[in-house]
C-alpha cells in the first residue's frame, strides 16, 4: 500500500505506531462487576478493569458503598495493589482484577445473598508519577 493514496494524516499515524494508540485512548478505563467470591462465608466482591487509554495506570482504587438486606452500609475499597506496597501497573490494553485487601480491612461479614446494591463512593485513579488519570473513567458496579 503507498502512502501517495492514504489520506497524509493516515500515512503518518500507520508508519509512527499512533494510530493503534489513539483507538485505545479513545477507549478510556473500563470497570466491570467481577465475580464474587466467598471466604470464610463472607462475600468479597471483586471489579474487572481493561484499560483501553493510551496511559498506564500505576494505581486504581474504587470504593464501592454496599447496602445489605438488614439495612445496614459499608463501604468497601477495591483496589489493584497495596497503596503502599509492589505496585501492579495495569499497561494500556492490560487487564486486571481490582480486589479488597482482607488483610488490611474488615470483610462484610454476610453471604453474597445478603447484598442489595452496590455503588461508587469513590474512585482514585493514578497514573505513572502519581498524577491523575486523564483517561475517562467508566464504572458498572
Given at each position: 500500500?503507498?502512502?501517495?493514496?492514504?489520506?497524509p494524516l493516515a500515512c503518518v499515524l500507520a508508519?509512527?505506531?499512533?494510530?493503534?494508540?489513539?483507538?485505545?485512548?479513545?477507549?478510556?478505563?473500563?470497570?466491570r462487576r467481577g465475580p464474587d467470591r466467598v471466604e470464610f462465608g463472607s462475600c468479597v466482591p471483586s471489579l474487572a478493569v481493561e484499560n483501553k487509554s493510551g496511559e498506564t495506570i500505576d494505581y486504581l482504587?474504587?470504593?464501592?458503598?454496599?447496602?445489605?438486606?438488614?439495612?445496614?452500609?459499608r463501604t468497601v475499597e477495591l483496589k489493584s495493589a497495596y497503596r503502599?506496597?509492589?505496585?501492579y501497573p495495569i499497561e494500556p490494553g492490560g487487564k486486571a482484577v481490582?480486589?479488597?485487601?482482607?488483610d488490611t480491612e474488615a470483610s462484610l461479614g454476610v453471604p453474597c445473598g445478603e447484598v442489595k446494591s452496590r455503588a461508587v463512593?469513590?474512585?482514585?485513579c493514578e497514573a505513572t508519577?502519581?498524577?491523575p488519570c486523564t483517561a475517562k473513567v467508566s464504572i458498572q458496579p
Open positions: 500500500m503507498k502512502c501517495a493514496r492514504l489520506a508508519a509512527t505506531g499512533a494510530w493503534a494508540g489513539a483507538a485505545l485512548a479513545a477507549g478510556g478505563i473500563e470497570i482504587e474504587v470504593d464501592l458503598a454496599i447496602a445489605l438486606a438488614d439495612g445496614r452500609r503502599e506496597g509492589i505496585h481490582l480486589r479488597q485487601h482482607l463512593a469513590r474512585t482514585i508519577d502519581g498524577k
